[in-house]
């Protein structure tokens, strides 16, 4: 196999829901510890593109290739467990539960703590550690004062906080951030870049940004990808694609 | 020939199925609601129809017109007026409930009211002179036959041709997408579901009056068959398709009709596969066709603006860890109830009791499934017929003792949840429930009717179980003990595991498959194992049971039990095990007090009063048990600590408004119908995203520093409004007059402002189903930025 400096390859991606092509031969290349931007008009596929790397959907052609390794054929949990991480544009929470059980449940899925028997012997205590852990997290995305609200009480920019520090939890090496400030007002969306900097910094964790606010693509991200209609538009460094005539075309609907 | 003429009796069995089928499909396309409650309202007509013709002697055309013309539509409008009307929105979870609850309390209210549970023999047929036999070269055709292919056909076609080229048809399919949507685009969403229920009403009615003779009997538990084929018929259609349904109607008819003539009649093959097909059919295509796994529940796409939704219990206390002292106490509790319980009770209440215990723990594999981790199984008797058989197989052919038989059903019937959960681990929601359905169907008619398994009708002996001349339980007041100590310790596991680390994934599981596969949960695996959990519970309880009784036989496992236990248990709690607990004793006492009571037809009223029930949950889906527990307990005032529920942030006086709202003579009265600031340039803002105005927003410097399209304003006392048919078919007016002046009165205030598009306006695609004002009709700000969503897409286009 050859090496590749890549963490994830997407390689000629091409996805279709019946007739309509949702991608056309899009590929995207992120490098350990990198931050890189996605940003289109909405319908541009952006969160199919999430989907298919994640597995989710199945794409028609094209391989994805993670750490080397090709997981196209891999099952969703499976990708999860490799280290990637996602966070959704429609929530996926889990209603009912409290944001420390959240926490909880992420990291458990991937230290693979606590099976039926245990559960029987010790109620499935989290211990010391886990404990330490899930606290660190929620006060990491400043939910630490809601740490025993269940989610349903949460505002959605909350539970989108908690969706990023629940991904945080499985210790990813890349995130796929999927509009993470939608919700978000200004201060809590500056906040959002300062704890995505801190990751990065802290665990050199890679991430892959979908979003709509431009401040946001500009303060967190280095490299920048551009879809249109579903396919890839653009890709450079964050701020010469943002100025780009076309660019600002397609994605303002402004003709500059 | 004969061929011929069989192929024509199937077509015509077909085009029953394909019917109810179509009603099926008309519900779930216009309501997001799958209705087994159909099954129910073909009951009904059919009744009805019967009553009418047989009882009061009434001209079989008048009947008909009354039974299927006029109740069965106005039934359908009474269940959608009264129940399913609250269920929009809600849960699919919810839906299924309540039309569980229809399909059960109907019949049962049918029957106990006027009805009765004797079989109605030789149900008329509904055409007059259609027992006339035709020839037609040598063929010989019912006419009973022709009449009901052609009446399918027509119902069918006219269903397909409303759907694919009237307004109405299409206006139904756009109340499916988003009935919010729809409405904000100035439709009756109701009056669409009126309709859509009415015909629904109508089509089951008809299914329901013509299929009778077919059966030669009116009779419920052929109406629950009916239901099975009718959404086999309407998965070949993907619930969509109305001519696929018709398709996987006829291909069921005439496959079954076929198969009962050329099958050895003495086969058990023939005796199981013919009336089973529909459910190897259902559950074949559910598991085998990949196109089901990915299917998800039907989807509001203004969900998005939504809270999340509710869920299905109260929220979990947050000290579940440190209830280190309620093993000990909760074990005195036990001991003393029982030692009471077993000293006090007469020796014909011990064994009521015993019972309501008993199924106290076939109770508790609902918790585990349903409640924890959010699967409704609607096979959940099967699992506790395999424990109960396997055990009574053992101790007769093997001489195995009881004891160790309660073990191995148990393990036999985790076995088969392990071996119903694999193929099933990929489906979601509303269609796993479907394949549990059929599978509980396929063990009830096939499997459990077989020698080696259920032993003949009269059943099985099963000895109480004794060992080693210590372990005696024959007598009933140790069986009792027992019973109360197994009932203790599934409970125990049940709630350990529901707080520990396990529930904690089941949970995840329920709440979002897709959230938990993305921290690396395996869904598939996890829903494998909270089904071999709940159906080795499940088997202990049917063991239990059957070993109480002294024979175990089919009829106590059957379908009936499937269907009704799910509703009780949800209703009551699924999530609760003091629920469970009651679910035992309502079930076994509530028969008891009503036949004390002198109630006639005392089993039905009882099925009437659970599936009530049912409804309850849309308005309360927490459960009663948790409810009554929670009430009780906030009216005693101890969780005011709790500031999550009591609200408990002191009040403290706001700082006074700052209003710097513009005076009167300085606003701009757009179509005199909303007013804005001046300062602000009115952004086209969206029509659906009409958040009130933050504090922030209100202040003159927000508004003066924003630009247009992100300060979104609410309409201020617009009048709801539907569209005049002529906005419906004429083409595109130019700009309405009082439109015009108001442009040029706000370009009289600011020079600079203009509308962002101005030919996006009055685009002819556009301005169908919406009122021409720029506050609805989203056409982008300048900037074209995010927000530029256009206004209700799901309108008819």
Request: with cysteine; glycine share 10%; hydrophobic share 50%.
């Amino acid at each position: 196999m050859e090496t590749t400096p890549w963490l994830l390859e997407a390689q000629h991606i091409q996805v279709q829901f019946g007739g309509i092509i949702a991608l056309q031969d899009v590929s995207l290349e992120v490098g350990p510890g990198e931050a890189v931007g996605l940003i289109g008009p909405n319908g541009a596929g952006k969160t199919t593109f999430f989907n298919s790397i994640t597995g989710i959907i199945a794409p028609l052609r094209g391989r994805v290739r993670f750490m080397g390794a090709d997981i196209t054929e891999l099952d969703v949990h499976t990708r999860a467990r490799l280290g990637i991480g996602r966070t959704f544009q429609r929530m996926e929470l889990f209603s009912g539960m409290t944001v420390r059980e959240h926490l909880l449940v992420a990291l458990r899925a991937h230290t693979g703590v606590g099976s039926m028997w245990s559960d029987l012997l010790t109620g499935g205590r989290p211990s010391d550690v886990e404990r330490s852990l899930v606290e660190d997290t929620a006060k990491l995305v400043a939910l630490d004062d809601r740490i025993d609200s269940v989610v349903d009480t949460l505002s959605l920019g909350h539970g989108r906080l908690l969706e990023l520090a629940r991904a945080l939890m499985t210790n990813p090496r890349l995130l796929l951030l999927d509009e993470p400030s939608s919700g978000l007002d200004h201060v809590e969306s500056s906040e959002l870049a300062e704890v995505l900097h801190a990751v990065r910094r802290v665990r050199s964790t890679a991430y892959l940004l979908v979003e709509h606010d431009l401040r946001l693509i500009r303060e967190a991200t280095e490299r920048l990808y551009v879809m249109e209609q579903g396919y890839l538009l653009a890709k450079g460094p964050t701020e010469a694609v943002l100025s780009h005539p076309r660019v600002r075309e397609a994605y303002t609907g402004v003709t500059a | 020939m004969e061929f011929v003429a069989l192929l024509v009796a199937g077509v015509a069995l077909g085009c029953v199925y394909a019917l109810m089928a179509s009603g099926v499909v008309l519900t779930y396309k216009t309501s997001a609601v799958f209705n087994l409650g159909l099954g129910a309202q073909a009951y009904a007509a059919a009744a009805i129809f019967y009553t009418l013709t047989v009882d009061m002697h009434f001209p079989i055309l008048v009947a008909l017109v009354i039974s299927v013309f006029l109740l069965s539509p106005l039934l359908g409008l009474a269940l959608y007026w009264g129940l399913f009307r609250y269920t929009q929105g809600a849960p699919e979870t919810v839906k299924l409930v309540v039309s569980l609850g229809v399909l059960l309390v109907l019949p049962a209210l049918i029957q106990a009211v006027w009805f009765g549970t004797n079989l109605k023999g030789n149900p008329p047929v509904a055409v007059p002179g259609a027992d006339r036999v035709f020839e037609l070269a040598g063929i010989r055709i019912g006419g009973d036959s022709l009449t009901t292919i052609f009446a399918a056909v027509v119902v069918v076609v006219a269903l397909a041709g409303l759907f694919k080229f009237t307004v109405l048809g299409l206006r139904m399919r756009a109340v499916v997408e988003s009935p919010r949507m729809v409405q904000l685009a100035g439709i009756n969403a109701d009056g669409i579901a009126s309709v859509s229920w009415m015909l629904s009403g109508f089509v089951a009615g008809l299914a329901g009056v013509m299929l009778a003779p077919l059966f030669g009997s009116v009779d419920v538990s052929k109406y629950t068959l009916l239901l099975v084929a009718a959404i086999a018929a309407a998965v070949v259609g993907r619930l969509s398709s109305l001519p696929w349904t018709l398709v996987g109607g006829l291909a069921l008819g005439v496959t079954q009709v076929v198969l009962a003539r050329y099958l050895p009649a003495d086969s058990v093959l023939a005796e199981g596969l013919r009336p089973s097909l529909p459910f190897i059919l259902l559950f074949g295509l559910l598991v085998f066709v990949p196109k089901y796994r990915t299917i998800g529940g039907v989807t509001d796409p203004l969900s998005g603006v939504d809270p999340p939704p509710k869920a299905l219990r109260s929220p979990v206390s947050t000290d579940t860890h440190s209830k280190r002292n309620t093993f000990g106490q909760a074990l005195l509790i036990t001991c003393g109830l029982v030692a009471f319980f077993s000293l006090a009770l007469s020796d014909v209440w011990l064994l009521r009791m015993t019972t309501a215990v008993v199924m106290a723990v076939i109770f508790l594999s609902y918790t585990v499934l349903t409640g924890i981790a959010g699967q409704i199984s609607l096979g959940q008797a099967a699992f506790a017929g395999a424990g109960a058989f396997t055990a009574a197989q053992l101790a007769n052919h093997f001489d195995f003792p009881v004891f160790w038989g309660m073990l191995a059903g148990a393990a036999v019937a985790s076995a088969v949840g392990i071996l119903l959960a694999l193929p099933l681990r990929q489906l979601r929601g509303i269609y796993l429930t479907l394949a549990t359905l059929a599978f509980g169907l396929m063990v009830d008619q096939i499997i459990f009717p077989l020698e080696n398994v259920g032993g003949s009708p009269a059943g099985l002996e099963v000895p109480r179980p004794y060992q080693y001349n210590i372990f005696d339980f024959s007598d009933d007041r140790a069986f009792f003990i027992l019973c109360c100590g197994v009932l203790f310790w599934v409970a125990w596991y049940v709630w350990r595991m529901r707080d520990g680390a396990t529930g904690q994934v089941l949970d995840a599981i329920r709440g979002s498959e897709t959230g938990a596969a993305s921290v690396g949960i395996d869904p598939g695996r996890t829903k494998v194992k909270a089904f071999a959990v709940s159906a080795a519970i499940a088997g202990i309880g049917g063991a239990l049971l059957v070993s109480l009784q002294g024979r175990a036989t089919p009829a106590e496992f059957s379908i009936a039990e499937s269907l009704l236990w799910p509703v009780l248990i949800i209703v009551l709690g699924a999530r609760s095990i003091p629920a469970a607990i009651f679910a035992g004793a309502f079930l076994t006492l509530l028969p008891e007090l009503l036949r004390m009571l002198d109630v006639p037809q005392p089993l039905a009223w009882v099925t009437v009063i659970f599936g009530l029930g049912a409804f309850i949950f849309i308005k309360n889906q927490e459960g009663l048990v948790d409810w009554l527990l929670r009430v009780t307990r906030q009216t005693a005032g101890r969780t005011a600590r709790d500031p999550a529920t009591a609200g408990g942030v002191p009040a403290v006086a706001p700082p006074p408004v700052i209003d710097l709202t513009p005076q009167p003579d300085t606003n701009v009265q757009i179509g005199a119908q909303a007013a804005f600031p001046t300062a602000s340039p009115v952004g086209p803002s969206v029509g659906v995203a009409h958040a009130p105005p933050t504090a922030s927003e209100r202040t003159a410097s927000h508004v003066a520093a924003e630009p247009a399209a992100t300060v979104r304003r609410r309409r201020t006392r617009y009048r709801p409004w539907s569209p005049p048919r002529r906005y419906l078919q004429a083409p595109a007016k130019p700009t309405p007059p009082q439109l015009q002046t108001s442009i040029e009165a706000l370009r009289r205030r600011d020079p600079t402002w203009q509308p962002a598009n101005p030919s996006s306006w009055m685009r002819p695609s556009d301005d169908m189903n919406r009122p021409q004002h720029p506050s609805t009709n989203g056409g982008g700000s300048s900037d074209g930025a995010p927000g530029n969503r256009r206004g209700p897409e799901a309108g008819p286009n």
